[in-house]
């Protein structure tokens, strides 16, 4: 048996269970959490905006010890540290041999059915299979994973500090560094100071941009933000996002603007503060029937590159050990993501302060 917050119908508060876990099979890794990340994606399955089966086990952004494994793992073992991998590719879809292992068709029809890769899920209640969210199920004391999705790192990183790694490290700095390729010397501007945008921000000092905009709405958020590397931050409570930054690049818009909250009209300001020839990211996750609008003439006449990112446009076995390993050079910030650490049974009230966007990053450690 295993404790686990288990979302029963959408909208209301995750349940808190005991469910059986059976053990791995084939490929498969059992894994004892040790701390998983409260994300936006996790939220937005429990309002209902991400239809999936139900029961489900919800959480991907998680790091734990290997228990067991499965017959076939090679690449793990009992006792390794790892960190969840909510997009474990299959290495043989066109978007794999593509190179491009964060749009894995096989690991997206595994987001649908909330299963493993067989089709099936290790956890029930009373018989019946209960779900897990992105072949994670992170909020659970142990869970089992493909083996892809757990990805071996070193020791001597704290896991709650190891599990933000897993999807808002990867997708913040990675959006910078994979997707943007911002340049030295460029002027950025960033959407959102939630777990994703402060790791836009360091991903963007990192990159040495040398005007870095914050946006957001809580002011102690954007004054930590200048720890990260903001250069300037504007309350959008107070003033308009888009005019704000006009002001502060001489009336042309910043070469790369990152969207890290899921909002079309957010994701439109995004695209207007862009300066011609420049690059629009959106990063935050929108409820798939939004649409965004964007002026038609400026497409061709401003000739900007608007484009998204999944998963940080990651390859997780290679990026999160070299994330893991900036962190231990000091040039990555985890310790400040974390703004509150909740026991499993607190999990509800982790989801209202991320509701109200007072954590920066909500974080569930579990217990020995
Ligand atoms: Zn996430
Ligand atoms: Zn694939």
Redesign the pocket.
């Known amino acids: 048996m295993v404790k686990a917050a288990v979302l029963h119908h959408y909208g209301e508060p995750l349940a808190i269970e005991e469910l059986d876990l059976a053990a791995p099979r084939f490929g498969e890794v059992k894994v004892k959490m040790k701390a998983a990340g409260l994300?936006?994606?996790d939220w937005h399955v429990v309002q209902g905006q991400l239809p999936l089966p139900l029961p489900l086990v919800l959480g991907?952004?998680g790091a734990g010890i290997v228990e067991e494994v499965g017959e076939g793992v090679t690449s793990v073992q009992a006792g390794d540290h790892v960190v969840l991998n909510w997009v474990p590719s299959c290495g043989r879809c066109p978007y794999c041999r593509l190179g491009r292992p964060d749009l894995c068709e096989a690991a997206a029809r595994l987001t649908a059915t909330g299963t493993l890769p067989d089709g099936t899920t290790r956890f029930s209640l009373g018989g019946k299979p209960v779900y897990q969210f992105l072949t994670a199920g992170a909020f659970s004391e142990r869970t089992i994973v493909p083996e892809q999705a757990a990805i071996p790192i070193r020791r001597d990183v704290p896991f709650e500090l190891a599990a933000l790694v897993s999807?808002?490290v990867m997708?913040g700095v990675g959006a910078v560094i994979h997707a943007a390729r911002v340049r030295p010397g460029s002027t950025v501007a960033v959407i959102g100071a939630g777990g994703v945008g402060f790791n836009i921000i360091q991903g963007a000092a990192l990159a040495g941009a040398k005007q870095i905009i914050a946006i957001d709405i809580v002011e102690e958020k954007l004054t930590m933000t200048k720890t990260f590397g903001a250069t300037h931050t504007v309350n959008a409570g107070d003033e308009d996002a888009v005019s704000a930054v006009l002001d502060l690049t001489d009336g042309l818009g910043v070469d790369y603007a990152f969207e890290a909250i899921g909002r079309p009209e957010t994701m439109a300001d995004a695209y207007n503060m862009t300066r011609k020839a420049g690059m629009t990211v959106i990063v935050g996750i929108a409820a798939p029937h939004e649409t965004v609008e964007i002026n038609a003439f400026s497409l061709p006449s401003q000739a900007k590159t608007l484009t998204g990112v999944w998963l940080g446009q990651g390859n997780p076995p290679v990026d999160y050990p070299k994330l893991l390993d900036l962190y231990a050079a000091g040039k990555l910030k985890l310790e400040p993501l974390i703004s509150a650490v909740y026991a499993l049974e607190q999990i509800n009230d982790g989801f209202a302060a991320l509701k109200s966007g007072q954590n920066i990053r909500g974080l569930i450690r579990f217990e020995e």
């Open positions: 994300c936006h994606s991907h952004e999807c808002s997708t």
